[in-house]
């Protein structure tokens, strides 16, 4: 098990005593266990604040973080200190050791872990320290370059650092221990009483995370592997085997370009006033389209119209269907369609990280006189609709434009 504690679990020392007391109930049962730790409480944000104000903003980000790692890797001593005091044995690593596991490039305050040799070391260095029985304590969100320079992984590093070490050793699970029960079906700071969900997709995860909310940053995701289960926990139970929620799957590791549906599709326009605000015309669309067996590709709306884009096969009928509701409601008065467009969609957890990749791809495909008939961002995703004659052309185009592999 690989078991990562945020900085709220660990906040004073009774959070820490507790922590190592679960950390210690769950080494009883024979578990092999190698522990990442955040920076307590709010030590990082005290750092920051303490040393921009200190500088005067004139520090390099080298300087900054060495820095920063210290909230880390005091939190690693202090840890391994509480699990000797329960009698378990222990060894707490520093970016000083020569086992030290997590390389990383040269990108200081947000630099990107070499998986390759994180991997290899966390095999070579952290599974003996397991198969001895003892708890690895590895300090999370901090790495060294290959000329052993002290770097951070920005926000999420350490939930990437538990991703890494988990996938090298191929752990069981990823236990998560934070402030609240697991993730929720909604933000307890908007929403009263939201409920625990018991599971979730990595996929939906990362649509929640688009939107704001971070249970887990999207770039730790990045690095789970997809046989690994995560669960989400609340430090409160003070037991790494109480329920929580349930992370399944994983993600590509690039962005990938592709037809998404291998029909041609179409695009029905419905104009007219105040569209939006007749929520029963789109419940009665909506449901027309579902007796006719298809699926939504995707909706565009504004104030005074909205775009459905449909396959655009055996939809004869389904035409008929709808016109018959825009022309029974005073909103709407009239509708278009226009046929065959390909569905192209850009995917990847790696779009967040890829500035302008819209820009880029619209100007690929205005290079070449290609038109745009629809275009979407969902759940660190791109959704293009674009004329079928130019189907291979776009594909290729798009992926030339953010140099990704053809999947």
Same mark, same amino acid.
């Given at each position: 098990?690989?078991?990562?504690f945020?900085?709220s679990s660990l906040?004073?020392?009774?959070?820490v005593?507790?922590?190592?007391?679960a950390?210690?109930?769950?080494?009883?049962? &024979?578990?092999?266990?190698?522990?990442?730790v955040s920076a307590?409480g709010?030590?990082?944000d005290?750092l920051?604040? @303490?040393?921009?104000?200190?500088c005067?903003?004139k520090i390099?980000?080298d300087?900054l973080d060495?820095?920063l790692?210290m909230?880390e890797r005091?939190?690693?001593?202090?840890?391994s200190?509480?699990?000797?005091a329960?009698?378990v044995?222990?060894?707490h690593?520093?970016p000083?050791?020569?086992?030290?596991p /997590? !390389?990383?490039?040269?990108?200081?305050?947000?630099?990107?872990?070499?998986l390759?040799?994180?991997e290899?070391l966390?095999r070579?260095?952290i599974?003996?320290l397991l198969?001895e029985?003892?708890?690895?304590v590895?300090?999370?969100? #901090? &790495?060294?370059?290959?000329?052993?320079r002290?770097?951070?992984?920005g926000?999420?590093?350490?939930?990437t650092?538990?991703m890494?070490?988990a996938?090298?050793?191929?752990?069981?699970? $990823?236990?998560?221990v934070?402030?609240v029960?697991?993730?929720?079906s909604?933000?307890?700071k908007? /929403?009263?009483?939201?409920?625990?969900l018991k599971? !979730?997709?990595? %996929?939906?995860l990362t649509?929640?995370?688009?939107?704001?909310?971070k249970?887990i940053?999207?770039k730790?995701?990045?690095?789970k592997?997809p046989s690994?289960?995560?669960? =989400?926990?609340n430090?409160? *139970?003070?037991?790494?085997?109480?329920?929580?929620?349930?992370i399944?799957?994983?993600?590509?590791n690039?962005?990938?370009?592709?037809?998404?549906?291998?029909?041609?599709?179409?695009?029905?326009? $419905?104009?007219?006033?105040? =569209?939006?605000?007749?929520?029963?015309i789109?419940?009665?669309?909506?449901?027309?389209?579902?007796?006719a067996?298809?699926?939504?590709?995707?909706?565009?709306?504004?104030?005074?119209s909205?775009i459905?884009?449909?396959?655009? %096969?055996?939809?004869?009928g389904?035409?008929e269907?709808?016109h018959? @509701?825009?022309?029974?409601?005073k909103e709407?008065?009239?509708m278009? $369609?226009?046929?065959?467009?390909?569905?192209?969609?850009?995917?990847?957890?790696g779009?967040?990280?890829?500035? &302008?990749? /819209?820009?880029?791809?619209?100007?690929?495909l205005?290079?070449?006189? /290609?038109?745009?008939?629809?275009?979407f @961002? !969902?759940? *660190?995703? $791109?959704l293009?609709?674009?004329?079928?004659?130019?189907?291979?052309?776009? =594909?290729?185009? #798009?992926?030339? *434009?953010?140099?990704?592999?053809?999947?």
């Amino acid at each position: 098990m690989v078991a990562k504690f945020g900085g709220s679990s660990l906040a004073d020392e009774s959070k820490v005593s507790k922590a190592a007391e679960a950390v210690a109930k769950e080494v009883s049962k &024979g578990t092999k266990v190698a522990v990442v730790v955040s920076a307590m409480g709010k030590t990082t944000d005290f750092l920051m604040n @303490t040393t921009e104000q200190a500088c005067k903003g004139k520090i390099s980000n080298d300087d900054l973080d060495d820095i920063l790692s210290m909230g880390e890797r005091t939190s690693a001593r202090i840890f391994s200190a509480a699990l000797r005091a329960k009698g378990v044995t222990c060894r707490h690593l520093d970016p000083s050791d020569p086992i030290w596991p /997590i !390389i990383t490039d040269g990108s200081f305050t947000n630099a990107k872990p070499i998986l390759q040799d994180c991997e290899k070391l966390v095999r070579e260095h952290i599974l003996p320290l397991l198969e001895e029985g003892a708890v690895a304590v590895i300090p999370g969100f #901090i &790495g060294t370059t290959e000329e052993g320079r002290i770097t951070t992984m920005g926000r999420g590093g350490s939930d990437t650092t538990a991703m890494i070490v988990a996938r090298a050793l191929q752990a069981d699970q $990823v236990v998560l221990v934070t402030d609240v029960d697991g993730i929720m079906s909604a933000d307890p700071k908007v /929403i009263k009483n939201p409920q625990r969900l018991k599971e !979730i997709d990595v %996929g939906a995860l990362t649509g929640l995370a688009d939107s704001g909310t971070k249970f887990i940053h999207k770039k730790a995701l990045k690095y789970k592997d997809p046989s690994i289960g995560i669960k =989400v926990i609340n430090y409160a *139970s003070g037991d790494l085997d109480s329920e929580g929620t349930m992370i399944r799957g994983g993600l590509p590791n690039n962005v990938t370009v592709g037809v998404e549906y291998p029909s041609p599709a179409m695009a029905v326009t $419905v104009v007219g006033d105040a =569209v939006s605000r007749s929520p029963q015309i789109l419940q009665e669309v909506f449901q027309k389209v579902k007796d006719a067996g298809l699926p939504i590709l995707g909706v565009s709306m504004d104030y005074n119209s909205f775009i459905l884009y449909l396959p655009e %096969g055996g939809t004869s009928g389904l035409l008929e269907a709808l016109h018959s @509701t825009v022309i029974n409601y005073k909103e709407t008065l009239a509708m278009a $369609v226009r046929r065959k467009l390909t569905f192209i969609k850009v995917k990847g957890v790696g779009l967040e990280e890829t500035p &302008g990749i /819209i820009s880029r791809l619209a100007e690929a495909l205005y290079s070449e006189g /290609i038109n745009i008939f629809g275009l979407f @961002t !969902i759940a *660190s995703s $791109v959704l293009v609709f674009v004329d079928s004659e130019h189907r291979e052309k776009a =594909v290729e185009l #798009i992926r030339k *434009s953010i140099k990704v592999k053809a999947r």
